[in-house]
Structures are given as C-alpha cells and as structure tokens.
C-alpha cells in the first residue's frame, strides 16, 4: 500500500499513490463498500493508525479491481509533502562506506563508529513531490544532491532494541537531502577550529532543501528495507545506482540508536543517508532549470526542478 497526500479542490486529502495516478481514499471506499473518517492525516492509514486495517482491505480490493480502480483515478493531480509538519526531521551523514571514500575520508566498520545524526528545521526546508528548489543566493554554487530512504515513525519509540525497531515504522519515503557543498559565512572571517563543521551545518538548512515523497509506502510494501535499489538522475542522467544493502547501520540499527536517547513520535523522519554517486566528488553541481528525479524501487520517483 502507497499513500500519499495531494491537493483536491484546494483543500489536502489522503489517496493510493499509483505513480502517475491518484485514487482519493474517499471515492475508494465508497467504490468499496467501507467507510473512513476523511482526513489527510497519512498516519490513520498506515500501521499504528486506527483506520489502518481498512485502508489495508481497500488497497487489497483495488489491486483485484484493477477495471475500477482506473475509473476511480486522477491524472496530474498535485502531490503535497506526505507528512506536512513532523515533530522531527532526522537525518543521517556518512552512512555508506562508498560515499564516505568519495569524500575524501576512510570509511570504518559498524563496530568501530556510531551512526552521525543531524537535524534541518521540518518547517521552512521541507519540499514536495514536484516542487521548485531554490538555489540560495547567498550561497549558489555548490548545491548537491542525495537520494536517501526515509523511515516514518507510527508509534512513540523510547530505548527500543534493534531486534524489535521496525515494529515502530509506518512507512517508508524517499527524501532528497539537497546540500550546498560550500557554503562558508563571512569568507574573510578569523577561522576557529570548528569553522568547517559548522559550515558543513548551514549548509543543510536552505529553505526548501529536503523534499520528501512522493508517497509512503507501508512495511507490508516494503518487506525488507535493506534490499531496496536506489537511483538519482539530473537531467535523465544517471548519477547515483545503489541499493540499500550497502548502509553501514540499516534502519533497524539507526532506530535503535537515535531511540536511546531521544523519543521518537509518530510522524518523525529519520532519512538514512546517501550512497556514492554525489555532484561534488566530481565538480558537479545543481543549476536552475535542472531536473532532479530520486528513485527507490517500491516506493516511487521524487522529482523536483531547480530554480
């Protein structure tokens, strides 16, 4: 099952996600005999919700009516970010051995490190399926690109143990983390020892640098998170092919982790990193008018144009 949010009459409702089609959760179940509170609130739909079983037996009579189920669908419809305000955007650095290499450092076993966790501020960097990415006048040449699989939390996580961490996931995404590889405030500034973290932080928090989507897709989707194969291209042009196999902490470990020491709430984000394949180890940087597309296989294509 894969929902998404989109806009219908200017107003936000919930539907299937069929890539290039919407069927409204609404005209669904009524096609189907069932019913459900309306909402655009994904969270009631997916595991840990209480319309979860229905949303379920809908998706099930959808996929057997396939005649139906085209009658019932939207073309072009506009798709909105499928969490609109998650308490946290968790985000993940260096978590595949390639992509660490390709930036100029060692990558290191599972046992010898832990996971590197940061955070961008949900409300003015969040961006949706479809939606324009500014390049930051203040800092516009060295913006980049990272396709990640993003992990949706649907229950309230405290020191929850690896074997047991996917209980708590609602749903998996796919999240672009649009990163400017240069940013440096004041360049004629006296240099401090921690001048070069802090840029690399800035450098994640532009307006509109991390959508999210197009949809989310239900663990009953994605039977196995460490098996999906990943793919970015800008402008038709393949930049990353990967898969998830190759993280370093798979999602269960990351969840085990960020949940010891803070709670996780229904709706956080935590996206788990990048694969090798990024702009910057090679001098190849965004511009406007190009056009980003994020793939992973079960979940669906993010693409967005840079403006």
């Not at 009516?65 to 419809?77: F, I, R």
């Not at 240099?191 to 239900?218: L, M, N, T, Y």
């Not at 990024?278 to 001098?283: D, E, I, N, Q």
Request: glycine share 8%.
């Amino acid at each position: 099952m894969r929902l998404c949010r989109f806009e219908q009459n200017g107003k936000a409702a919930a539907g299937f996600f069929l890539d290039d089609q919407v069927v409204p959760l609404g005209v669904a179940a009524e096609a189907a005999g069932e019913t459900l509170e309306a909402t655009d609130d994904l969270l009631s739909f997916l595991p840990h919700g209480s319309q979860h079983d229905t949303a379920q037996k809908m998706d099930e009579w959808l996929a057997g009516n396939e005649s139906a189920a085209a009658g019932l669908a939207m073309e072009d419809a506009s798709i909105l970010t499928p969490i609109p305000k998650p308490n946290k955007l968790l985000l993940l650095a260096g978590n595949y051995a390639k992509h660490i290499e390709e930036s100029g450092e060692n990558a290191v076993e599972r046992a010898q490190t832990y996971p590197y966790v940061f955070m961008k501020p949900a409300s003015t960097t969040l961006n949706r399926h479809g939606g324009e990415i500014p390049i930051p006048p203040v800092s516009p040449d060295n913006i980049d690109w990272e396709c990640e699989l993003g992990v949706v939390i649907g229950k309230k996580a405290k020191r929850v143990s690896e074997a047991e961490a996917l209980d708590y996931v609602a749903g998996y995404t796919v999240v672009n983390d649009i990163s400017d590889r240069g940013f440096r405030p004041n360049p004629n500034r006296k240099e401090r020892d921690r001048d070069k973290f802090f840029d690399w932080q800035h450098g994640k928090w532009h307006d509109g640098s991390c959508p999210v989507g197009p949809c989310i897709a239900s663990p009953a989707t994605i039977s196995d998170p460490q098996n999906l194969p990943l793919k970015l291209t800008v402008n038709g042009e393949v930049h990353q092919d990967a898969s998830t196999a190759l993280q370093i902490f798979p999602v269960a470990a990351v969840i085990e982790f960020i949940s010891s020491f803070v709670t996780l709430e229904p709706g956080d984000i935590i996206s788990t990193g990048t694969a090798a394949g990024v702009g910057h180890a090679k001098g190849v940087h965004l511009k406007a008018g190009d056009q980003v597309e994020a793939n992973i296989e079960g979940i669906g294509a993010l693409k967005n144009t840079m403006v």
